[in-house]
């Protein structure tokens, strides 16, 4: 089943999940030498063509085995080109993206503007802490378009990409979900901190006054970076003393808020090893913390969960 999200709408265009119906526009551009020159496929035949095709039907969410989402890009009916994400960590934090158009269309923004939006989504909806791009060193349209979705130049490889028959050096971008803005219109920005006992329990507290149960967390104080206010809040509302050093960003994600209904919620994840070493141990809630409560990841979310909570722990069978 293809992701709630899609299909993904911007001004200009429509992306959407592959059919199979889409096999003669795709070799459209596949199938042109120019275009697949600093691909790692040489040009498309039919046949090779719905081989790969059949792969992408079922690359529709990073949540799904292919760990992938795989989109068709549409003008005015059109199919003009295809971007793809993928998950490269076991954890989905970190993916990677990839574009390809048909040449007919280039010089028209369009590739910018699915690309952005396939980011996005990497960001906003599966809340991915970095995502990379690679490609031949001597692919400057590739190049550029990262340049203009604001993808930072890492590395450059010396001839260390081998593609049909030779060696070429790589290029290699990215873009964190920190590099982006933080203060987004009248959403909250926080940090939480995922807390795991020695069996794999998930600590989550609710505040008082309120019905839902989240990670430990909340807002940083003017200047305070994520880290030090995930230290801070941790320590004045359960009494815990996180070493800095240990926090590890998950990713940062946005979701709904809990508490404070209509508005969106960014939130810096952290994880801390502080309580692995024991099952379930008595945590204290202090200050605006009313109730703590172990979470079982294998069983099924309560009702109570935060959107937070219920994106990062993966639910039971």
Same mark, same amino acid.
């Given at each position: 089943?293809?992701?709630?999200?899609?299909? @993904?709408?911007?001004?200009?265009?429509?992306?959407?999940?592959?059919?199979?119906?889409?096999?003669?526009?795709?070799?459209?551009?596949?199938?042109?030498?120019?275009?697949?020159?600093?691909?790692?496929?040489?040009?498309?035949?039919?046949?090779?063509?719905?081989?790969?095709?059949?792969?992408?039907?079922?690359?529709?969410?990073?949540?799904?085995?292919?760990?992938?989402? %795989?989109?068709?890009?549409?003008?005015?009916?059109?199919?003009?080109?295809?971007?793809?994400?993928?998950?490269?960590? *076991?954890?989905?934090?970190?993916?990677?993206?990839?574009?390809?158009?048909?040449?007919?269309?280039?010089?028209?923004?369009?590739?910018? *503007?699915?690309?952005?939006?396939?980011?996005?989504?990497?960001?906003?909806?599966?809340?991915?802490?970095? @995502?990379?791009?690679?490609?031949?060193?001597?692919?400057?349209?590739?190049?550029?378009?990262?340049?203009?979705?604001?993808?930072?130049?890492?590395?450059?490889?010396?001839?260390?990409?081998?593609?049909?028959?030779?060696?070429?050096?790589?290029?290699?971008?990215?873009?964190?979900?920190?590099?982006?803005?933080?203060?987004?219109?009248?959403?909250?920005?926080?940090?939480?901190?995922?807390?795991?006992?020695?069996?794999?329990?998930?600590?989550?507290?609710?505040?008082?006054?309120?019905?839902?149960?989240?990670? !430990?967390?909340?807002?940083?104080? !003017?200047?305070?970076?994520?880290?030090?206010?995930?230290?801070?809040?941790?320590?004045?509302?359960?009494?815990?003393?996180?070493?800095?050093?240990?926090?590890?960003?998950?990713?940062? /994600?946005?979701?709904?808020?809990?508490?404070?209904?209509?508005?969106?919620? @960014? %939130?810096?994840?952290?994880? /801390? !090893?502080?309580?692995?070493?024991?099952?379930?141990? *008595?945590?204290?809630?202090?200050?605006?913390?009313?109730?703590?409560?172990?979470?079982?990841?294998?069983?099924?979310?309560?009702?109570?969960?935060?959107?937070?909570?219920?994106?990062?722990?993966?639910?039971?069978?």
């Amino acid at each position: 089943m293809p992701t709630p999200f899609l299909p @993904i709408r911007t001004e200009r265009l429509i992306l959407r999940p592959h059919a199979e119906s889409d096999l003669d526009a795709l070799l459209a551009y596949y199938s042109i030498p120019d275009v697949a020159r600093y691909l790692l496929t040489h040009p498309w035949s039919r046949e090779s063509g719905r081989e790969d095709l059949a792969k992408r039907l079922a690359r529709t969410g990073i949540e799904t085995p292919t760990r992938a989402l %795989a989109l068709v890009v549409e003008h005015e009916g059109r199919v003009i080109g295809d971007v793809a994400l993928w998950a490269t960590d *076991e954890t989905g934090a970190k993916g990677e993206i990839g574009w390809t158009f048909h040449p007919d269309v280039a010089g028209r923004g369009f590739a910018t *503007e699915a690309a952005a939006a396939v980011l996005e989504a990497g960001f906003a909806h599966y809340g991915m802490h970095r @995502i990379s791009a690679q490609m031949d060193a001597r692919n400057t349209a590739s190049a550029a378009l990262c340049e203009r979705l604001g993808m930072r130049l890492e590395t450059r490889g010396r001839q260390d990409w081998w593609s049909k028959g030779e060696w070429t050096d790589s290029l290699a971008y990215a873009a964190l979900a920190s590099d982006r803005p933080r203060d987004v219109g009248d959403a909250i920005v926080v940090s939480a901190v995922v807390l795991e006992d020695a069996d794999g329990h998930v600590l989550t507290v609710r505040k008082k006054g309120t019905t839902s149960f989240m990670h !430990p967390g909340g807002k940083p104080e !003017p200047g305070e970076a994520p880290e030090r206010c995930a230290v801070r809040e941790v320590e004045e509302e359960l009494g815990l003393v996180l070493e800095p050093e240990l926090l590890d960003l998950v990713a940062v /994600h946005r979701t709904a808020a809990a508490n404070e209904a209509g508005r969106p919620l @960014i %939130a810096s994840v952290f994880s /801390h !090893p502080h309580l692995t070493g024991r099952s379930r141990p *008595e945590v204290v809630p202090a200050a605006e913390i009313e109730e703590v409560r172990w979470l079982d990841p294998a069983a099924d979310l309560p009702a109570d969960a935060a959107p937070l909570l219920r994106l990062l722990v993966a639910p039971g069978p």
